[in-house]
Structure formats: C-alpha cells, structure tokens
C-alpha cells in the first residue's frame, strides 16, 4: 500500500510541469487580440450566442463558463477549439457555426477559454 502511494505521489510530482506547460500554452493562444476578436465573432458571424448565451449562462446549449466541461473536457484550450472545430455528434454543435474559419475557431475558442477560466468578462 506504501509503495502504490509512493509511485501515485512520484506520478503527480513528474505530471505537475506538464499541467503547468499545458496552461501556459492556453494563455498564450489567449491573446488580448485573439480574445477580442473571438468575442465579436461568438456574438456575431458564429452565431455561439444564439445557443450559449449572451454572458455564456447557456440556454439550448451548455454554459461556457467555469462549469465541468461535458464535451470539451478539461475546459483546456485545445478541448474547446476541438469542439468548435469538429462539433459534437448528436447535438446542435456543428464543425465551424455560421461557417466560421479555422482562424476564427482559434479566436472563439480563445475568448471562450478566457470567460470561463477568469481572464475575460463575457
């Protein structure tokens, strides 16, 4: 039993840089540019609003705020472009809403990520 406690400790300590990194590199994708301009395309083009809500509070789909993540799991950047990018098989997540880019995805899953980790207001 110590010694599963001590291999469990050893495998949290080895994992804490790669958390660490993995945060850092959601901030870095979360320009103050990206953020802006991810918010007037949820508001806008993505038509994401019409689903998720003004203020993210959801409503026919899932608020993006700080909640557990269902489908983006993790709430990490990279989970949420994934969802905006590929949508979500059986609900009314589309790949791409309103025909957005790839380019415009980054910038919506960045202003996303920054609401619903604090960095942002809606």
Wanted: with cysteine.
């Amino acid at each position: 039993m110590r010694h599963s406690l001590w291999v469990l400790g050893l495998v949290a300590i080895a994992l804490h840089p790669l958390r660490a990194a993995a945060q850092q590199a959601d901030s870095v994708a979360a320009t103050p540019a990206a953020v802006s301009a991810g918010r007037a395309i949820f508001h806008g083009a993505g038509t994401c609003s019409v689903c998720h809500g003004a203020n993210l509070e959801g409503g026919a789909g899932p608020q993006l705020t700080t909640h557990e993540w269902k489908d983006a799991k993790g709430g990490s950047y990279s989970a949420i472009l994934a969802v905006i990018s590929k949508g979500v098989e059986g609900t009314a997540m589309v790949s791409h809403p309103g025909g957005i880019t790839d380019e415009q995805a980054h910038q919506v899953a960045a202003y996303v990520w920054a609401v619903s980790h604090g960095k942002a207001k809606p």
